[in-house]
């Protein structure tokens, strides 16, 4: 069974920084997708930044410019650069995996806000105060 580990969030000031990881374990598969969703308080549920089995991204338009996504295959890790943070940023982050060749960064993207498949972790606060 697959499991994902996120860690590295904690709290900061608007215009810090932090980077998110995500360790994958149990896989049983060589091409999949990852990505990171957030999820607030009273707020939707949003695809924040994937990539898929060919290196291809997608991000939300709201974190486009500011976060980058990357993954080392050796370790199973994913992560998540996370610059210039404003206080909307504040969330619980999860990371996702899809064991689907074929999906692409944009669909990793709708389906971590839209749907429920895929591998899903437990999450890292991420807070950001002024």
């Known amino acids: 069974q697959v499991q994902l580990q996120e860690s590295g969030g904690g709290s900061v000031q608007t215009g810090g920084s932090l980077r998110l990881s995500c360790v994958a374990s149990g896989l049983t598969y060589d091409r999949y997708s990852m990505g990171w969703f957030r999820q607030a308080p009273g707020k939707e549920r949003e695809g924040v930044a994937s990539?898929?089995?060919?290196?291809?991204?997608s991000y939300a338009d709201s974190v486009k410019g500011r976060f980058t996504i990357s993954q080392d295959n050796a370790k199973h890790t994913m992560y998540l650069q996370m610059n210039s943070l404003k206080s909307e940023d504040t969330a619980m982050y999860h990371c996702?995996?899809?064991?689907?060749?074929?999906?692409?960064?944009?669909?990793?993207?709708?389906?971590?806000?839209?749907?429920?498949?895929?591998?899903r972790g437990q999450g890292t606060q991420v807070t950001v105060s002024s």
């Open positions: 996702a995996l899809f064991p689907i060749p074929a999906m692409r960064a944009w669909q990793a993207l709708d389906v971590m806000t839209h749907a429920e498949h895929g591998f």
């Open positions: 990539i898929d089995s060919v290196g291809q991204t």
